[in-house]
């Protein structure tokens, strides 16, 4: 049999997240877009822009699934299945298989894409990665983004709340078709893994790509400013 375990995530033609995987606490971890709505991002009453975790396999409240109760949000009166907040279009995300960390590459809008590094100790530290406040680290909720300009509010507020946490990317890389690099970047990026095998010059390593440009690189995690 075939049964929905959770229905109500925001939709769109484009912008909607879409991968699942089970982390390394054993629970369900759903990316979501923005579902074309920049502001659902920030905020904390949708599920559109998001990282969730739940647990599929105990039902509660009427639901198929029970919030993983260390989700942080819950705190600040935000829907319970919120893990981070503050995305675009995550939908690419990955663990690494020995620590635990994430890996969230997130697609960017005009000119930022972005790839961010969580390790597995501070997954419940209120984390919020920016969008539609910023894109990268380039603030844009005050600027001439039309796509942002009903984001203003829920940002200034967010960003004054001292419980919430707003971190920059580990990497970011502007469009080509902004810099006129040739190709050399990209205009969306791809996520990929984290390799692990000790037997191999590659341990260690982790491997993204762009989806235009099918460009793929790597970041060599052995190196301590990687």
Same mark, same amino acid.
């Given at each position: 049999d075939v049964?929905?375990?959770i229905?109500?995530?925001p939709?769109?033609?484009w912008?909607?997240?879409g991968?699942i995987?089970?982390g390394p606490?054993?629970k369900l971890y759903i990316?979501?877009g923005?579902?074309?709505?920049?502001?659902?991002?920030q905020?904390l009453?949708s599920?559109?822009?998001?990282?969730?975790?739940?647990n599929?396999f105990?039902?509660d409240?009427?639901k198929? #699934?029970?919030?993983?109760?260390?989700?942080?949000?819950?705190?600040l009166?935000?829907k319970?299945e919120?893990?981070?907040t503050?995305?675009?279009?995550?939908?690419?995300f990955?663990?690494?298989?020995?620590t635990?960390?994430i890996y969230i590459?997130?697609?960017?809008s005009e000119y930022?894409?972005e790839?961010?590094?969580?390790?597995?100790?501070d997954?419940?530290?209120y984390?919020?990665f920016?969008w539609?406040?910023?894109?990268?680290? #380039? @603030?844009?909720?005050?600027k001439? #983004?039309?796509?942002v300009?009903?984001s203003?509010?829920?940002? @200034?507020?967010?960003l004054?709340?001292?419980?919430?946490?707003?971190i920059?990317?580990?990497l970011?890389?502007f469009h080509?078709?902004?810099?006129?690099?040739?190709?050399l970047y990209?205009?969306?990026?791809?996520?990929?893994v984290l390799y692990?095998?000790?037997?191999?010059?590659?341990?260690?390593h982790y491997f993204?790509g762009?989806?235009v440009?099918s460009?793929i690189? #790597?970041?060599?995690?052995?190196?301590?400013?990687n």
């Amino acid at each position: 049999d075939v049964q929905t375990v959770i229905d109500d995530i925001p939709g769109a033609p484009w912008h909607d997240g879409g991968r699942i995987a089970f982390g390394p606490d054993d629970k369900l971890y759903i990316t979501t877009g923005d579902a074309v709505n920049p502001g659902w991002s920030q905020d904390l009453s949708s599920l559109a822009g998001k990282i969730l975790r739940i647990n599929p396999f105990i039902k509660d409240d009427n639901k198929n #699934y029970l919030s993983a109760i260390e989700n942080p949000f819950i705190k600040l009166q935000g829907k319970p299945e919120i893990l981070f907040t503050g995305l675009r279009n995550p939908w690419s995300f990955s663990f690494d298989s020995k620590t635990g960390d994430i890996y969230i590459p997130d697609v960017g809008s005009e000119y930022i894409e972005e790839l961010n590094i969580v390790k597995y100790e501070d997954f419940n530290n209120y984390l919020n990665f920016g969008w539609s406040c910023y894109e990268g680290t #380039y @603030e844009i909720f005050e600027k001439h #983004y039309n796509d942002v300009s009903k984001s203003t509010k829920l940002c @200034e507020s967010n960003l004054k709340n001292k419980s919430m946490n707003f971190i920059e990317p580990s990497l970011q890389y502007f469009h080509d078709s902004i810099v006129k690099t040739d190709s050399l970047y990209g205009n969306s990026i791809t996520g990929g893994v984290l390799y692990r095998n000790t037997s191999s010059i590659w341990d260690n390593h982790y491997f993204f790509g762009d989806l235009v440009t099918s460009n793929i690189w #790597y970041i060599d995690r052995n190196k301590k400013n990687n």
